[in-house]
């Protein structure tokens, strides 16, 4: 069932675990990934110019 | 009740009928790209191609949906009609006589310099002029919207501002804060060039000058995108929107932040001293905090909407919300795309990792998931929310627009992800040539190359189903359509927190001021210097 719209926010509402979840596993790839191409792609490449 | 109803919707048809346009170019240089023997297919088509994909989408189709879309919410949320409606409509068709100018230069050959307009490419006058005039009609747009809004202010002492307006006049003020870069450009560099009143143009300084426009262009394009998600997409849900305050931070991050960025598209340039540039990365790693809140405060009103719908674990409220109505899922999955984008984009602005995917196929890669889908999809949903209630008219074909977010979505994941994988293999952008003159390491591009190809032809089938769709419903959608404009609620209410956040005026102060202390000095330092200006060129 539905919950009422009118009631005010409960602690369900205030407090979104999921969200927290889905954001911190997208922060952790972002990281993750970002380091990834700086030690893996990028460094390995050398400088630029010889 | 939206007084100003005829003058949105001109501003949405003119948006409409660009992206379709543009949707065409885009599905040829695709397919020319994958080294298919199309009818016409020559360098000089190819490049006109790029041009007219890149303007019509990323400057026309972007700002009069912009355009549009900022008439309707002032109206509605300060329930007043516009002040100087008549200047609205002189802005208008100045913008759109600039679009025309523009686009003749371009689809008759005489501009293929692509939507960047570097020198020393040098386009026929009526581009550069057409290209004006349409900033100056957003002008117009942006004057009428702050006059409204201030007489309401006048009125209403006190009051909170709709935070629906509190975003679009953070677009406001961006825009006003970045064009004067590329007015500059345009009046003092391009036009007396292309005129012949110049014989040379200095392209390091136009670039500077392109790029303190061009890089919050992006934030003119996502920040009312942002609106939607924001005061829209949360009620489309069914929901509410998690945080008022947060969202207002947000906007005013944005005020603050977007345009003391714009070196970090000039990382390779000569000519430009590296502390400065690194003062521009510093800003727009700040600038990613932004959309961080808003993937979080948004997700989170999904959550919240799930969970009103009687969603008690971690995930299951992501099974309530209305995947199959087009107004939410193309912003759901406009927010997905863009989170890959954001990733994209720090590598993009890291100080020495830019040399890696400089000028490659990364880029397009990009920016086709930040403004090709976090605002163009989120425009699609906007368009089809807003058209049926503009028109009066039910929308027509149904089963089209509930598909078509899914086939885009397919379509830019095919066509980026394979850009973005080409691009750390070297393969550079705007590039004719499918075999780079023979060259042996552009075979090992070539399977990308396909999928991009692929992603292509989805993503045109996905624009054609919009196009289906929106001439549908203007044309022949079933009359007598009536729906009220309405913004999602806050989970509580704003009331007097945060309010720090309304001074308008401060934040525009201090994103003068950091404007000023990014370019200032460097442009100082770059005319003292002596420089060598170029002649122009036309390829095509």
Redesign the interface.
Known sequence: ???D?SAP?GD???H????????GI??L??VV??LV??FF??LP?GP?TQ | MIASRRLALANFWVGIGAFGIASVMALMQALSRADLDLPWRTPGMYYMSVTAHGVLMALVFTTFIIMGFGYVVTERTLERALVGRQVAWVGFWVALAGTAAAAVAILTGNASILYTFYPPLMAHPAFYIGATLLVVGSWLWCGVILRTWLAWKKDNPGARIPLPLVGMLAAIFVWLLATPGVAAEMLFQLIPWSLGLKETVDPVLARTLFWWFGHPLVYFWLIPAYVVWYTVTPRVAGGKL?SDPLARLVFVLFIVLSTPVGFHHQLLDPGIPAGWKFFHTMNTELILFPS?VT??TV??S???AG????A????D??EKLPWGNPQFSSVALAMLIF?IG??GG??NA?F??N??VHNTAWIQGHFHLTVGTATALTFMGLCYWLIPILTKRELELGLLARVQPYIWFMGMLLFSVSNHLTG?QGMPRRVYEFDYGGSPIAQEWAAGTGISALGGVFLFVSAACFMAVMLGTGLAGKKGYEEDIEFAEP??PAGDKARILDKMWLWVTIGVVLVMAAYAVPIIQHIMMDTFGSTGFRLF
Do not use: N, Q
Not at chain 2, 307 to 310: C, L
């Open positions: 069932m539905d919950a719209p926010p369900s509402l205030r979104p675990k999921g969200t927290l979840a889905i954001i997208y922060g790839l972002f990934g970002w191409i700086y792609v990028f490449r630029l | 998690f961080f993937a979080f997700v989170a999904f959550e919240v969970r009103m719908k009687g008690t674990g971690w995930f409220w992501l989170a954001g990733f720090a590598i890291a020495g990792m040399a890696m750390l989970l509580e």
